[in-house]
């Protein structure tokens, strides 16, 4: 959620307790919508955090700072030029709504002093920075807005800076509950979440005061133990019990983290996702093209025996410009051979025996292009099916992956680093045996081509894609196969097969398939076991 008016009024006070009388040290975005100002307050310097976002703004107190991440745009400029090395005056929220106004007192080269002011508005679905003079002249915005794009209000530099409208609703810190009109309709600083909750401990015997003043006093964010988590200053009880409780900075910093890192990996698998589609569709295309290519060389001994038949019982027309050469064959059969009537019959001729001696030439070329085409179908299909299960490590090695193959946009360049990646696999310890198990092609090489032994034994399932499993056992028992077999069904496209056909050999026999994709390999010799999907409990250390 982002803030409504409550947690706004509530972060604000202890906000106040925090920066008031602080000195603002630099100012750098740490992502693209994530403002950061670093300020020095007893002895020690810590991060006031403010996101841009639109969807979840907030603002929180942060040690240590993030780091320095996107470079300076013009606005970062103007509040680097006028804030930094600022004392922070005052803080104080406008009115009832959640707009935050901080005074800046800065010194010029003169040593004269000089004020500044920062509106931060979390309202709507625009939420802006403003940095204007004493006299409200507004200096930059984070989001510009010009007198033709809004009739209500200009936030240009060299305008006025003016707070947007206020709906017509009461101050619940101050005037009075009427039990007969819904929360969000009289006060101000209501969301539904915080409507429902309220609702929900009236009923329960508490009155509007007490949760009011249970908020103005909480120092701790709680968060809830729902479907879609949410956080507040008290516990949401009508959404189930407490999953957690954060000092208020604390609880806010590790919400939105999660919230950003769980955003950014449904971004990126809809990205993979999008990626896989367009490259199937556009595979799909290439075979059908392929496809026209070889029926088109079918056509090849017609055109041989056109050209013979030409020069076999069409002689006398030779230096003749026809469209159509009919003739006789040994056995009185008539042939009727298209020609292009700009070239002779000879010329015509040749041509035939060109066109027959080119598409015989090609079938072994296009052959070999739908071998790889397909080859490249299964990778695919084998990414497809790694995607629906990859976690965030997942995801981001995926894209790695792609990367190393020139398939997606790479990131800009950095030093090598001289130690060799790893991949770590999932890991299992089955009737005391280790066994380990890939879950994308990146870890499928790294388990069996960096972490096994040639003496150790690999397992895959056969006709479907899936893990790369290694036991790492010299001997292994029975049991100890069949649970390797066990897990290579159940990580595999086969999971929810009663039974699958397994294939095991040893590590030594496995060659990776030349010219071929991450992950795809030959096996020299191999033997074949039946097994039931089942995993189990995962080591904790991997």
């Not at 896989?276 to 060389?297: N, P």
């Not at 070239?343 to 015989?360: E, I, S, W, Y």
């Not at 946009?409 to 680093?417: A, E, F, L, Y």
Request: net charge neutral; hydrophobic share 35%; charged share 25%.
């Amino acid at each position: 959620m982002g803030f409504d008016g409550f947690f706004f009024w509530r972060s604000t006070q202890l906000l106040q307790e925090t920066l008031e009388g602080a000195t603002m040290n630099r100012v750098f975005f740490a992502s693209d919508q994530e403002l950061v100002f670093l300020f020095y307050h007893n002895h020690q310097v810590q991060a006031w955090v403010i996101s841009l976002r639109g969807h979840r703004p907030y603002f929180t107190i942060q040690s240590p700072p993030p780091e320095l991440h996107t470079p300076p745009s013009h606005f970062l400029q103007v509040l680097r030029h006028h804030v930094e090395g600022s004392q922070i005056n005052e803080i104080s929220g406008c009115g009832s709504d959640r707009i935050l106004r901080i005074v800046l007192c800065a010194h010029n080269e003169f040593g004269a002093a000089k004020n500044y002011h920062l509106y931060l508005e979390l309202t709507g679905k625009i939420t802006n920075l403003v940095v204007t003079k004493s006299d409200d002249i507004i200096l930059d915005a984070w989001h510009r807005s010009g007198p033709n794009e809004t009739t209500k209000r200009t936030l240009m530099p060299g305008a006025l800076y003016r707070l947007p409208p206020l709906a017509a609703r009461k101050d619940p810190r101050k005037d009075p509950y009427d039990p007969s009109m819904p929360l969000a309709e009289q006060f101000h600083g209501f969301s539904p979440l915080l409507a429902h909750e309220f609702e929900h401990r009236m009923q329960l015997g508490e009155s509007f005061q007490q949760i009011v003043d249970g908020i103005a006093c909480s120092t701790q964010v709680y968060w809830s133990n729902a479907k879609q988590r949410e956080y507040h200053y008290l516990p949401l009880t009508h959404l189930g019990p407490v999953e957690a409780s954060f000092p208020w900075n604390e609880g806010l910093a590790k919400f939105h983290e999660q919230a950003l890192e769980a955003a950014n990996q449904k971004a990126l698998q809809r990205d993979l996702l999008d990626f896989l589609k367009k490259e199937d569709a556009r595979l799909v295309r290439r075979q059908l093209r392929l496809l026209e290519d070889l029926e088109h060389t079918q056509q090849a001994e017609v055109w041989r025996h056109h050209a013979e038949a030409i020069y076999t019982y069409g002689l006398d027309h030779l230096n003749e410009k026809l469209n159509v050469l009919e003739l006789n064959d040994s056995q009185g059969n008539l042939l009727r051979i298209p020609l292009d009537p700009t070239r002779t019959v000879g010329q015509n001729a040749n041509r035939l025996f060109q066109k027959a001696q080119k598409a015989r030439k090609a079938i072994p070329i296009i052959e070999a292009q739908r071998a790889s085409v397909t080859l490249e179908q299964t990778y695919y299909e084998q990414l497809r099916y790694q995607l629906d299960d990859a976690d965030a490590t997942g995801l981001e090695q995926m894209r790695e992956e792609l990367r190393l193959l020139d398939r997606w946009p790479k990131q800009p360049s950095k030093r090598p680093s001289k130690q060799p990646k790893r991949y770590p696999p999932l890991r299992f310890r089955v009737e005391q045996a280790e066994i380990s198990v890939g879950r994308n092609n990146l870890q499928n090489e790294y388990v069996t081509f960096t972490l096994a032994r040639n003496d150790e034994w690999f397992f895959h399932v056969q006709g479907y894609p899936g893990s790369h499993v290694i036991l790492h056992v010299l001997s292994p028992t029975k049991q100890q196969i069949q649970a390797a077999a066990s897990l290579a069904a159940y990580y595999s496209k086969a999971r929810a097969a009663n039974f699958v056909s397994v294939e095991y050999t040893q590590v030594r026999h496995v060659r990776k398939l030349p010219g071929g994709f991450p992950g795809a390999v030959l096996l020299k010799t191999r033997q074949t076991i039946q097994a039931s999907p089942q995993s189990f409990e995962e080591k904790t250390v991997r």
